[in-house]
């Protein structure tokens, strides 16, 4: 390539030196650090934000980028170098409307709230947690300021996770999903007692359960190599540069199933960041405001692959055709008097239940589209801080049944809103979306794969997964490259349609 | 204080900020990242170096060091903040002649030839590493030129680690050492069957040693609130902040020794790091061409505390009196027959060898002198880096009596030159000379040393160090810290006297 573009690319690097040295201070945060680290680290975070935030807004970066889009006129529109200008060029435009003493401010205002939120969960009262929350809004609300005109304030939010979508057309798929999972999960829960898994709750020992977790997603082509996996209070998945994506997992000795279905899932993520071509690498890129190492198409497109992993792969029928065996063998006390069958039926288990992280395929979407809906309010104006806890209450009802007894296993179960990630849960609910639809084309195109994965062999399906989406990083929109892979548009059908097809054959429904 | 001030403390901060965020990246690197990440971290270190640089030498951070110095006038010429601008500088006029260009070519120059010495010390080949050593010296060599005139070129180097101190000064000094110290080990060797440190080397279990060295440096005062302890390679010691210092460790499953004085040496550096006065953190500080977010006097005030805690306390007969019974009951078999008079000789048992960190209390400085008169030889131009193998052997020879019988136990066992840490190693002496001095005062101080250290209490040493050296951070240069605490000047003799004693009595020399 030419001088140009290789200029643009040293300062790109800076900057992403920067990102991804602030995205290891993240990761050790919620690992390693001794609790007396937590001050000198939110200033050290604050500062590398800031500092990420200047180098990329600096004018000699925009000069270079402009160059550099000369230079890469008339290029395969499809090669790499065309896609990384083209990102850089709509991650820049963001971020020259935002002045840096925003983003240090912002670091700030989050920081203490997530510390509030902490404190506030633990005492289970929104009342304490409330006016951290509305200096958070105000921060978002200056924030979204900088993006007018917009149809909604709620747009330049999400487009900071899912480049390109709007509120309206969330809404829309949103409405599509509420008139079929809510209506799907009362038919279920009227037949609970079909399904049993208790054997999944018993003694099972800490240590054989990474073990299992470990060989799984080595099976599937997470590379040690470049990657290991730390215990962490909430398994994450944290990218510092193509030869460096981590994991993190919790694992409950008196319960199967979080440990290795956490470790599928951020497997998923993993295998992803593992796999954007080497080209691709050291590309800072804008995710919720922040620049962030990991270079990805969005979070929605991120989810799709993890939840593909824990989900369409991991609570098959054909994965524990080749799985289980090896399971029952490490478990042989608790499972071998357990059928793959009734397993099977065991991890698929639907229940309604309070805590998001927790939830089951068939509910999970339900959980999102409560915290959507309420998010979406108080962005746009129609809900006040103060209201929250009584909103969220009537949504719960409203969508599972159900009501929170008290605020900690209710709307302060989640971390996002302290640290300022408004926007953030649609992309959960995209990401099954989007599992399902890359699934289908999966199929056609490697009629052989149910054979595969009942065999233990991932090879082709990663390779897919691969070639199609992790390879081209962010250098596509994620609708784009949605597109690209299957040739649709985002659709909810094919996920209502798995969602129904394999709970109505689980629970027998008509 | 006014506001000048505030404004360094700020601008201080930010350049803090990014220099502990490269201390991270260290630690992470020799501890848990995975080898795929080597690349990428060489660059992001790079950068942070740069920028940290950057940062420090910009107009408007002289002209807020210059504002503030007006406004400390007058103050207690021993408060913190006229110590804190007088570091600062210091620092920041050496920073200032050094262009950024030239920190980034150090990393990476010095990245590469790190490289190259694993490779090269892996095949025992010093051809391999040669070129790179030959480049790190221009490196090196460029560096000095920036400090003309000096006396010795050595001098700029020196004062990086060591603030105020001339090649002169330690030629001296080291020359008293030689002239004890061979013929102590010359007279010790000839009676060397007179102690048994056999029992020392059988199946230590590692997690009973681990456990065993956690409670003695807890008993000492490492806080683990504010600190943590990982595996590593090599056992080191890492400040990010007062409130996150770090220490590393590695264990033999067959030796005890290693992983206990591994603790408590580096105990000794980490409770210094954790003592200093809060006033005085976030202070970025110059050690070795490249800033830093650890705050301390010099790298030999520092080395004397570490050496203190593994040596004069850790094996020394009343540690053990307090201890030894502990160790019996937690190795019962190995030690059961052993009393505490064997085990004191055996931990304090003297041998010639070739590598230095293996090396005992009384050969240890003998392996320093080496390195000394070779590098300055180097640095002054005396000796071309292609005679350094043969250069190497013959001091071997005349200080240890040993040839070494290749490259890999011989020049090629130190990190340290491929790092471009050349005046660096003199510290480690200077260190054990300054714990005898600080020792000397403290048994003056607190005549019920002995006694106290027996009982395993250590609050009144740790006190007398805090207040004496800790808690002053990098505001006096060492000497003058030395001297405020003993009243006295650099000198062997303490040192020298207490060998001697030690030793002759182990060793019934007359």
Redesign the interface.
């Known amino acids: 390539m030419g001088e140009n573009y290789e200029r643009l690319r040293v300062l790109a690097?800076?900057v992403f030196?920067?990102a991804?040295?602030?995205d290891?201070?993240s990761w050790?945060m919620q690992t390693?650090?001794?609790?007396?680290?937590?001050?000198?680290?939110s200033?050290?975070m604050?500062?590398?934000a800031s500092?990420a935030h200047e180098h990329f807004v600096r004018d000699d970066f925009g000069e270079a980028l402009t160059a550099a889009e000369s230079e890469v006129q008339g290029l395969d529109p499809n090669s790499d170098e065309v896609g990384i200008v083209a990102r850089l060029r709509r991650d820049f435009d963001k971020s020259r409307r935002v002045p840096t003493d925003w983003v240090e401010h912002s670091v700030r205002t989050t920081g203490l709230a997530f510390s509030a939120w902490v404190e506030a969960r633990k005492a289970s009262s929104f009342a304490d947690f409330q006016p951290h929350l509305e200096k958070v809004l105000d921060v978002k609300r200056s924030y979204v300021s900088f993006f007018e005109p917009y149809d909604s304030p709620y747009d330049p939010l999400l487009d900071d996770y899912e480049p390109g979508l709007k509120l309206a057309t969330v809404r829309e798929i949103f409405a599509e999903l509420r008139e079929v999972q809510i209506p799907l999960v009362q038919a279920i829960s009227e037949k609970s007692d079909t399904v049993d898994d208790s054997f999944l709750h018993a003694a099972y020992d800490e240590q054989a359960q990474i073990d299992f977790g470990l060989e799984v997603i080595r099976d599937l082509g997470y590379?040690?190599?470049?990657?290991?996996q730390?215990k962490a209070p909430h398994p994450f998945s944290q990218s510092?540069?193509?030869?460096?994506v981590?994991i993190t997992n919790r694992v409950y000795p008196n319960q199967f199933g979080p440990a290795l279905f956490g470790s599928t899932h951020e497997a998923g993520h993993a295998i992803y960041s593992q796999g954007i071509a080497p080209a691709l690498?050291?590309i800072p890129t804008l995710s919720g405001s922040t620049l962030e190492g990991a270079h990805d198409a969005s979070l929605g497109i991120h989810e799709s692959q993890s939840r593909m992993l824990e989900n369409l792969v991991g609570r098959s029928r054909a994965f524990w055709t080749a799985y289980y065996p090896r399971l029952q063998a490490a478990f042989p006390s608790q499972l071998g008097g357990v059928d793959v069958e009734a397993f099977y039926r065991g991890i698929n288990k639907v229940e309604r239940s309070l805590i998001r992280v927790d939830a089951d395929e068939a509910t999970y979407n339900l959980h999102i589209l409560i915290r959507f809906e309420i998010e979406a309010d108080l962005i746009e104006g129609n809900l006040a801080v103060a209201d929250l806890p009584e909103a969220w209450n009537a949504k719960f009802e409203e969508f599972l049944g159900l009501t929170p007894p008290d605020d900690r296993r209710g709307v302060l179960q989640d971390i996002h809103w302290s640290d300022g990630y408004f926007g953030y849960f649609p992309t959960y609910t995209l990401g099954n979306l989007i599992s399902l639809q890359l699934w289908q084309k999966l199929s056609q195109d490697l009629p052989d794969l149910e054979t595969q994965i009942s065999r233990g062999e991932f090879g082709e399906l990663i390779g897919w997964l691969n070639e199609k989406i992790h390879r081209h990083g962010g250098k596509y929109e994620p609708m784009d490259l949605l597109n690209r892979a299957t040739g649709e548009e985002l659709s909810a059908e094919p996920y209502l349609g798995y969602l129904t097809d394999k709970y109505s054959e689980i629970y027998g429904l008509s």
């Open positions: 690097g800076r030196d920067l991804s040295a602030l290891l201070l050790d390693y650090m001794p609790p007396g680290g937590a001050d000198g680290r200033h050290a604050a500062t590398l500092l590379d040690f190599n470049r990657g290991r730390d510092l540069n193509r030869g460096d981590r690498d050291r």
